[in-house]
């Protein structure tokens, strides 16, 4: 190749290849070679031992010829014998091998004497050195151990040329751009209060002249929190897929490690990476992981490392720099009050449940990509759902498309979408065979609920009444408010205890004892009561003050209880004041049931007869 000029702008510079063979690789090649020539002669040998049995074994099939070959090795017995296989059609003789250990010092022949066998009949009987190799074994082993060496130049050339594949500070978050990130607002349904704050971000990244000419400051961080579910991670998408700019991804346990200081290294490294490709959006999902409360045993010494390094690169964040950072929590409250000053997470913004006009502008997105047969309505479902995040009802939907789709069906029907709504509330469909004493008794269980709610001021509508095992229970009646509701009050909550209350205590009047299908009703009914006393004050006796510091979840997406901060005294009073509200509420429920027995049997017989009833069907039976 002809050589360029000096002043040349394209001149190309060859390096000279590199030694593979040198001092260093040698010597690895050679510890190599050694641990696999010891590994090599451990399998070996195994193979050639075959399977451990006993000496008796070993002796027995001595004496009855029972083998074509005894090889003995130091203190082993070596025994083969022939068999022949039948594969496929085809005989094939193969050798079976089995091996005994003798106690040292001991004379095999001696032991076969003992044992009755004539040494001068032994066949084949010959000693054998305990190392055997060959020379095809040899040139396998060298062939393996140049394998070896030639793997690890590889890895070290590719460190050495910046590949850093054992570099544990680097940041593992995913960039997306453009079409990759593939979401916009129009993909986020309802949640419209939300997306107007977050349009200010959007509005920012696009044209951040028109705010700092005016003076502002646009905020550096914006923390959603919310229940798992209600689209904090598919906001953040948008606002990248809105905006048209860098997105990164990642979450508050890719910063831990084992290694003390891969956390922080790697915040560095996601904060370098941000900065080359602002403007963007840096999305830290589930950032409690590392950003809870220091100096508790929330926190660990290593993820207080992580925590600073996220504070300091937050401060170090330029207002021309415009790199935005968004987060996700579904509990704020664990947060360090460092990360949520002014100058980080300027924003907490509160990404709520959809009432009924989102979930049914939510339901519509996902339905998009789905065929529904014509009678199909998505505000009937809407209005059951109740509670339900964005994913729980893409679930929903995606339920109701499988069922369709085992039903060899191309469109999705209204009795799909109602048994994909009591499957993802209650659970799937049980066809366990049960007693008819087990019936009716389930059926006077759901029908004590339902007419103890039909007739209790304040208590939510039936929906349905069924007998029919779903997951864990053995029969379900579901309430569905007539409009949802921010808030509750205190007759509303008495009366969703009295209603958990009504089967058990149908079971007492008609049964004479109760039985463990209550378990549920015992769990729903406390809760309620252990939240009116201790955290919204609906106590006479104990009054307008919270009780604990509300840090443990219940299954009604409540919070009470964690640590405890009154007098044994008040702990006392508190559980008094639980249990009595719970009696009260069994005492009008068994007034109720006793003053409607007609109209229980009525419903009884009729759940018998369909094991479920509808809302339109119960208020028929009932009114009759």
Same mark, same amino acid.
């Given at each position: 190749?002809?050589?360029?000029?000096?002043?040349?702008? &394209?001149?190309?510079?060859?390096?000279?290849?590199?030694?593979?063979?040198?001092?260093?690789?040698?010597?690895?090649?050679?510890?190599?070679?050694?641990?696999?020539?010891?590994?090599?002669?451990?399998?070996?040998?195994?193979?050639?031992?075959?399977?451990?049995?006993?000496?008796?074994?070993?002796?027995?099939?001595?004496?009855?010829?029972?083998?074509?070959?005894?090889?003995?090795?130091?203190?082993?017995?070596?025994?083969?014998?022939?068999?022949?296989?039948?594969?496929?059609?085809?005989?094939?003789?193969?050798?079976?091998?089995?091996?005994?250990?003798?106690?040292?010092?001991?004379?095999?022949?001696?032991?076969?004497?003992?044992?009755?066998?004539?040494?001068?009949?032994?066949?084949?009987?010959?000693?054998?050195?305990?190392?055997?190799?060959?020379?095809?074994?040899?040139?396998?082993?060298?062939?393996?151990?140049?394998?070896?060496?030639?793997?690890?130049?590889?890895?070290?050339?590719?460190?050495?040329?910046?590949?850093?594949?054992?570099?544990?500070?680097?940041?593992?978050?995913?960039?997306?751009?453009?079409?990759?990130?593939?979401?916009?607002?129009?993909?986020?349904?309802?949640?419209?209060?939300?997306?107007?704050?977050?349009?200010?971000?959007?509005?920012?990244?696009?044209?951040?002249?028109?705010?700092?000419?005016?003076?502002?400051?646009?905020?550096?961080?914006?923390?959603?929190?919310?229940?798992?579910?209600?689209?904090?991670?598919?906001?953040?998408?948008?606002?990248?897929?809105?905006?048209?700019?860098?997105?990164?991804?990642?979450?508050?346990?890719?910063? *831990?490690?084992?290694?003390?200081?891969?956390?922080?290294?790697?915040?560095?490294?996601?904060?370098?990476?941000?900065?080359?490709?602002?403007?963007?959006?840096?999305?830290?999902?589930?950032?409690?992981?590392?950003?809870?409360?220091?100096?508790?045993?929330?926190?660990?010494?290593?993820?207080?490392?992580?925590?600073?390094?996220?504070?300091?690169?937050?401060?170090?964040?330029?207002?021309?720099?415009?790199?935005?950072?968004?987060?996700?929590?579904?509990?704020?409250?664990?947060?360090?009050?460092?990360?949520?000053?002014?100058?980080?997470?300027?924003?907490?913004?509160?990404?709520?449940?959809?009432?009924?006009?989102?979930?049914?502008?939510?339901?519509?997105?996902?339905?998009?990509?789905?065929?529904?047969?014509?009678?199909?309505?998505?505000?009937?479902?809407?209005?059951?759902?109740?509670?339900?995040?964005?994913?729980?009802?893409?679930?929903?939907?995606?339920?109701?498309?499988?069922?369709?789709?085992?039903?060899?069906?191309?469109?999705?029907?209204?009795?799909?979408?109602?048994?994909?709504?009591?499957?993802?509330?209650?659970?799937?469909?049980?066809?366990?065979?049960?007693?008819?004493?087990?019936?009716?008794?389930?059926?006077?269980?759901?029908?004590?609920?339902?007419?103890?709610?039909?007739?209790?001021?304040?208590?939510?509508?039936?929906?349905?009444?069924?007998?029919?095992?779903?997951?864990?229970?053995?029969?379900?009646?579901?309430?569905?408010?007539? *409009?949802?509701?921010?808030?509750?009050?205190?007759?509303?909550?008495?009366?969703?205890?009295?209603?958990?209350?009504?089967?058990?205590?149908?079971?007492?009047?008609?049964?004479?004892?109760?039985?463990?299908?209550?378990?549920?009703?015992?769990?729903?009914?406390?809760?309620?009561?252990?939240?009116?006393?201790?955290?919204?004050?609906?106590?006479?006796?104990?009054?307008?003050?919270?009780?604990? &510091?509300?840090?443990?979840?219940?299954?009604?997406?409540?919070?009470?209880?964690?640590?405890?901060?009154?007098?044994?005294?008040?702990?006392?009073?508190?559980?008094? *004041?639980?249990?009595?509200?719970?009696?009260?509420?069994?005492?009008?429920?068994?007034?109720?049931?006793?003053?409607?027995?007609?109209?229980?049997?009525?419903?009884?017989?009729?759940?018998?007869?369909?094991?479920?009833?509808?809302?339109?069907?119960?208020?028929?039976?009932?009114?009759?």
């Amino acid at each position: 190749m002809p050589q360029q000029e000096k002043n040349s702008p &394209n001149i190309v510079k060859f390096k000279p290849e590199s030694k593979v063979f040198n001092l260093t690789n040698l010597l690895i090649s050679l510890i190599i070679f050694a641990v696999v020539f010891t590994c090599w002669s451990f399998f070996l040998g195994a193979q050639a031992r075959g399977k451990e049995v006993s000496l008796s074994a070993i002796v027995s099939d001595i004496s009855r010829g029972d083998y074509s070959k005894v090889a003995i090795k130091d203190e082993m017995v070596i025994l083969s014998k022939e068999a022949i296989q039948n594969v496929g059609g085809t005989e094939i003789k193969t050798t079976q091998r089995s091996f005994a250990l003798v106690q040292p010092g001991t004379d095999f022949y001696s032991v076969l004497a003992d044992a009755g066998v004539d040494i001068k009949t032994l066949k084949n009987d010959f000693y054998q050195p305990s190392f055997q190799i060959s020379i095809a074994d040899i040139i396998w082993m060298i062939l393996l151990s140049v394998g070896l060496v030639m793997m690890y130049n590889m890895i070290r050339g590719m460190q050495q040329s910046g590949g850093k594949l054992m570099d544990f500070g680097q940041s593992k978050a995913r960039l997306l751009f453009g079409k990759k990130v593939g979401v916009t607002f129009d993909s986020v349904a309802g949640i419209e209060d939300v997306k107007e704050e977050l349009i200010e971000i959007v509005d920012f990244l696009k044209s951040p002249k028109k705010y700092t000419d005016a003076g502002a400051r646009i905020p550096k961080g914006v923390l959603l929190a919310g229940a798992p579910g209600t689209g904090k991670t598919l906001l953040a998408k948008a606002v990248a897929g809105e905006a048209k700019v860098p997105f990164f991804h990642t979450s508050g346990s890719e910063f *831990e490690e084992m290694l003390v200081g891969a956390g922080a290294s790697r915040v560095r490294d996601l904060f370098q990476k941000a900065r080359r490709a602002a403007p963007c959006i840096v999305f830290i999902d589930e950032i409690d992981a590392v950003a809870k409360k220091r100096g508790t045993v929330l926190h660990s010494g290593a993820g207080e490392q992580t925590l600073n390094q996220i504070l300091v690169e937050m401060d170090g964040l330029e207002d021309r720099e415009n790199v935005i950072v968004l987060a996700a929590t579904n509990r704020p409250d664990v947060l360090d009050p460092a990360i949520l000053r002014p100058g980080r997470f300027d924003r907490t913004i509160t990404v709520r449940m959809p009432d009924f006009h989102e979930r049914l502008d939510i339901l519509k997105v996902h339905a998009v990509n789905k065929k529904f047969a014509e009678k199909t309505n998505l505000e009937i479902v809407a209005k059951k759902t109740v509670g339900y995040s964005g994913a729980d009802l893409e679930n929903l939907l995606n339920e109701a498309a499988i069922m369709a789709a085992k039903e060899n069906k191309k469109e999705i029907t209204q009795s799909h979408l109602l048994e994909s709504y009591l499957k993802v509330k209650l659970g799937r469909q049980l066809k366990n065979k049960r007693t008819e004493e087990d019936l009716k008794r389930v059926a006077y269980h759901e029908a004590g609920h339902a007419v103890v709610a039909k007739f209790t001021e304040g208590s939510s509508p039936v929906e349905l009444v069924s007998m029919i095992s779903r997951g864990m229970s053995g029969g379900v009646t579901v309430y569905v408010p007539e *409009e949802d509701r921010s808030n509750e009050t205190k007759t509303q909550l008495f009366a969703a205890i009295q209603s958990s209350v009504g089967g058990k205590i149908a079971e007492e009047i008609w049964f004479g004892e109760m039985s463990n299908g209550a378990a549920s009703d015992i769990e729903h009914a406390t809760d309620i009561a252990k939240l009116m006393v201790r955290r919204w004050g609906m106590s006479e006796k104990l009054g307008f003050v919270k009780y604990g &510091n509300m840090e443990e979840t219940t299954h009604l997406g409540y919070s009470y209880g964690g640590d405890r901060d009154y007098s044994d005294k008040t702990a006392e009073l508190i559980d008094n *004041e639980i249990k009595s509200i719970i009696d009260l509420a069994q005492k009008n429920a068994r007034k109720i049931l006793s003053d409607h027995k007609v109209d229980v049997d009525k419903l009884v017989a009729k759940l018998m007869e369909k094991e479920e009833l509808s809302r339109e069907e119960f208020n028929r039976v009932i009114e009759k």
